[in-house]
């Protein structure tokens, strides 16, 4: 929701609280009074009874408000409530007043598994977190089994079950078994056990796992690339990631109270270097990560990253990633890569509380009195992102992030859940291994979402119906952002509901897989011509399949009376995957339907600017329906893709140039081979520095690139990856004076480089920066 000044309005009305009665809390969560001798079966971990309000027999966990957790919660305002509104709860289109996910409900299934790992890759841990310090995972490769006798009798032996490691019996291996070790103590001094003071303790600089990471005990630092992921610049970001998706819930609620987390660090804070993301991707899938949770915005964009995130598909690890935090539709990655999942966030309609100046003054049964009508918990985060590759909508507070938090968490939960449906034979694993693929996660959260659309009128029950076109607000000078019936790119698929999908998974209801690969995310189309559509289609879970490619017009559907018109390409049916071209689009009958389709918005409503920047976009989806189903909801799949139709008459031949990476190096321009005619000299973030001739080819001996970086095949998945070309515009100059001009940039490692006008590396270079420069003994977590 976009809102220009602030107004105050104030509703008094009386507060009501109705808080769940509190649980016996431990991790795991319920603990081992649940009912079952066997604290290694995880598919014990659930709670009975998630009703909100809660009555006798709750058991829901210590802290949870039905009324205020409202990421969790399934609960609506009644009569007598604060924040009760019955334009609200009698109107579907606002989902009758629900306020979040019913995460209350899907922990009637499963509270999470230890052995469902998430890792969050962010700014590190600040590992004084007690809500955090026992949800850490710890690699049993590079610790020694815990002790509990005297030092005297404890000896230094790598290796062993489960069983083993898990020397206080409680079904969980983490910092808690090393609480009687003796040659354990409070290395950091922070008045805790956990697992920094493990890391100070063993690491003896011997890879006992053979990874190809030396005491990998928690996490990694890609950042500094050592073995302590500290946060030591207190940034705090990857901290609150890893609170939001699984903390230790009688601490801090959170999603997935038992799903084990993994902090990866890839940057001092959320704006990192996506190399440094690529890595950490390689690393969570090869140690049994299911859930990829990353909140990032990235100064660069690879080929390395799109591998990354291909192979973390390819393995059945889903790639939750934030949309980013502008209120616009600008493309952030990694979210922006093939193969992720993206989120945004949707959050509770401004109240009393909010009004700048007077909110926190006021007494705590007015501050939460909605201030715009009708209430909403639908309200469009002002600080998260829209696009074309919104999937689902997230209920959250803090931006984009938080949404990332809570949708990776209830990942978490789906992932339990199916290890659970395997655990009891109710499903088969994923080819990959894993209880799901990455796809089907994804097409779960899809079929999980309630639909968020202010433009059709609503009837239920018929003849009751909601006013259309109903994107009004009683907050001055704001309007809601245009949705549609389906999916739209301002909330997606609409907003999550992990109840609906963890119920899904539980009952073996896993939907098929659609994935489309090329042509690649917004790619310009000419407007004549023909373009293969190249993707994947499949039901592994079911004993054939039907599928059909389509295009329509928009950035997003109309809005009603009018609807999507979706011109069908090719179809098609199986019994085993397909994957390559599944269809030719014709561009000459996209550019027609374009041409003749009703505006998606007008100059008034356009969420990204007046001039209607996305009128040229159309949409191509593949749809995949299990066994010919059309009309069941779980055995249908959707992937679909934003394009855009545009011919550029002045283009000059031999362009645009796909560089498979950011061009976020300002061009440079001079005639280095001595034609009378100047070369585009452009560094990219695969590190490569490229000169274009004016018909598009390079000069002699270009593209160069900088040096590779210093990983191992283990740690890149094979590939090769060169250090990235900082932002800079290259210098083009004759330094030594003999008529010739030199090219030099900087890359993200420090180094300087200088070519030769025909791309000979100049003799002496590259040089570094002196790194000693760039320490400070201030921040180094330990030595």
Request: include cysteine.
């Amino acid at each position: 929701m976009r809102r220009r000044r602030a107004v105050v309005a104030l509703f008094a009305v009386l507060a009501i609280g109705l808080t769940a009665t509190p649980a016996l809390g431990t991790f795991p969560f319920p603990g081992a009074g649940s009912g079952s001798a066997d604290v290694y079966d995880y598919s014990r971990l659930h709670i009975n009874n998630g009703a909100c309000p809660p009555g006798p027999g709750s058991d829901l966990p210590k802290g949870f408000d039905c009324k205020n957790s409202f990421k969790l919660t399934d609960y609506a305002p009644q009569p007598g409530d604060q924040d009760y509104d019955p334009a609200t709860e009698n109107n579907p289109q606002e989902l009758f007043g629900v306020k979040g996910p019913g995460t209350n409900h899907a922990w009637e299934v499963t509270t999470g598994r230890p052995d469902t790992l998430i890792t969050v890759m962010d700014s590190g841990i600040e590992w004084r977190t007690p809500e955090l310090a026992n949800k850490i995972h710890l690699n049993m490769g590079e610790l020694p089994v815990p002790c509990v006798g005297d030092i005297s009798s404890c000896t230094t032996h790598y290796g062993g079950t489960l069983q083993d490691y898990d020397v206080n019996h409680d079904g969980v291996f983490n910092v808690q078994d090393y609480a009687k070790d003796p040659r354990v103590t409070d290395r950091n001094k922070n008045g805790i056990l956990d697992p920094e003071d493990l890391i100070l303790t063993f690491s003896d600089g011997v890879d006992h796992d053979h990874n190809g990471y030396v005491n990998d005990i928690a996490g990694w630092d890609f950042y500094q690339n050592d073995n302590d992921p500290a946060d030591d610049v207190t940034y705090g970001h990857g901290t609150g990631e890893a609170r939001d998706s699984s903390a230790e819930v009688d601490k801090q609620l959170s999603q997935c109270p038992n799903c084990m987390v993994e902090p990866l660090r890839v940057g001092d804070s959320f704006v990192a270097d996506i190399n440094h993301w690529a890595q950490a991707v390689f690393y969570a899938v090869d140690n049994g990560a299911s859930v990829i949770q990353e909140a990032l915005g990235t100064i660069d964009h690879t080929a390395f990253a799109q591998a990354a995130a291909d192979y973390a598909y390819q393995h059945g690890v889903l790639v939750v990633a934030s949309e980013a935090d502008e209120s616009a539709g600008h493309h952030n990655y990694p979210a922006a890569l093939n193969h992720t999942m993206v989120v945004n966030s949707v959050t509770p309609g401004a109240t009393a509380g909010d009004i700048p100046g007077i909110g926190g003054q006021l007494p705590n049964q007015i501050k939460g009195t909605p201030v715009q009508r009708p209430a909403t918990m639908l309200a469009f985060n002002g600080c998260t992102n829209f696009g074309g590759y919104t999937w689902t909508s997230i209920e959250s507070s803090s931006c984009s992030s938080d949404a990332t938090g809570q949708a990776s968490g209830m990942a978490g939960l789906l992932y339990s859940a199916a290890r659970n449906a395997v655990q009891k034979g109710v499903i088969s694993p994923d080819s990959s291994g894993r209880p799901l693929s990455a796809e089907e996660a994804k097409q779960l959260f899809r079929l999980g979402a309630d639909d968020i659309d202010f433009s059709t009128p609503r009837c239920d029950p018929a003849p009751k119906c909601g006013p259309p076109n109903n994107f009004a607000t009683t907050l001055p000078d704001s309007q809601r952002f245009v949705t549609t019936a389906g999916w739209d790119q301002i909330t997606g698929w609409g907003r999550f509901s992990s109840n609906t999908a963890v119920h899904l998974v539980a009952e073996g209801k896993i939907p098929p897989e659609a994935d489309i690969t090329s042509p690649r995310w917004w790619q310009p189309l000419p407007t004549s011509g023909s373009m293969d559509v190249v993707g994947t289609v499949a039901a592994p879970r079911a004993s054939s399949y039907t599928y059909e490619i389509e295009f329509a017009p928009g950035v997003q559907p109309p809005r009603w009376p009018l609807s999507d018109s979706w011109t069908t390409v090719a179809t098609g049916s199986g019994t085993t995957p397909k994957k390559g071209v599944l269809a030719t689009l014709n561009l000459d009958q996209v550019r027609k339907a374009i041409d003749t389709a009703p505006p998606v918005y007008t100059p008034l409503d356009d969420p990204t600017s007046r001039d209607l920047p996305e009128k040229d976009a159309f949409r191509v989806r593949v749809v995949v329906h299990a066994e010919g189903d059309t009309t069941t909801p779980w055995k249908t799949a959707i992937e679909q893709r934003q394009y855009f139709s545009h011919s550029d008459p002045d283009l000059v031949g031999g362009f645009p140039k796909y560089l498979n990476a950011d061009g976020a190096s300002s061009p440079a321009f001079a005639d280095i081979d001595g034609d009378s005619r100047n070369e585009l000299i452009i560094g990219d973030g695969n590190g490569y520095v490229h000169a274009f001739k004016d018909d598009g080819s390079e000069a002699k001996g270009f593209p160069v690139h900088t040096n590779k970086l210093n990983l191992s095949s283990t740690q890149t998945g094979g590939h090769t990856v060169y250090a990235p070309v900082l932002l800079g515009s290259p210098t083009v100059a004759d330094l030594d004076g003999d008529g010739w001009p030199e090219i030099s940039v900087a890359d993200t490692e420090g180094y300087l480089y200088v070519w030769e006008h025909d791309g000979q590396l100049r003799k002496g270079f590259p040089v570094q920066v002196n790194r000693a420069y760039s320490e400070s003994s201030s921040c180094q977590s330990w030595s």
